[in-house]
């Protein structure tokens, strides 16, 4: 059945006689979208936060490692919808690859004129709702974006 016949002021409206047992099964297009704050909120300059639908996603130090900050989500990077994980209550998860600052180069120095050394990385994004269910760590929803 086509949902554009069915609308009326905004709703889907079916009208008939409904048999016990009878199902509705919606399908929507739910695209990975990044979305982004207003530009004067300071703390989530230059950084997004993923969604697909209604779904907010987070990414977590159990699958992305430490120091989530130095994530840089390249502005073309490709995110894949996965498949159900049963880890996460069967949550659709989130994969793709950013670039991450190799820190070990810089030793014990707090400031030193050395380029940063970024290196490829796998990311996994999970929905938000499902975050704090496995190794304690730290976690982000708004992730840079270079």
Avoid at 10 to 18: H, L, N, P
């Amino acid at each position: 059945m086509d949902l554009a016949s069915l609308l009326e002021k905004g709703y889907a409206k079916i009208k008939r006689k409904w048999r016990n047992g009878e199902k509705i099964q919606l399908s929507l297009p739910m695209p990975v979208e990044r979305v982004r704050a207003h530009p004067e909120v300071r703390a989530t300059a230059g950084k997004v936060a993923l969604m697909r639908g209604p779904i907010v996603y987070c990414f977590e130090e159990v699958d992305n490692g430490p120091n989530l900050a130095q994530i840089v989500l390249p502005s073309d990077a490709e995110l894949v919808v996965e498949g159900r994980d049963p880890m996460l209550g069967n949550a659709v998860t989130l994969r793709g690859m950013a670039t991450k600052v190799d820190a070990s180069a810089w030793g014990d120095e707090l400031y030193a004129p050395i380029p940063y050394n970024n290196k490829t990385v796998p990311i996994r994004a999970i929905p938000y709702y499902a975050w704090a269910n496995r190794t304690p760590g730290e976690m982000t929803v708004w992730i840079r974006e270079g």
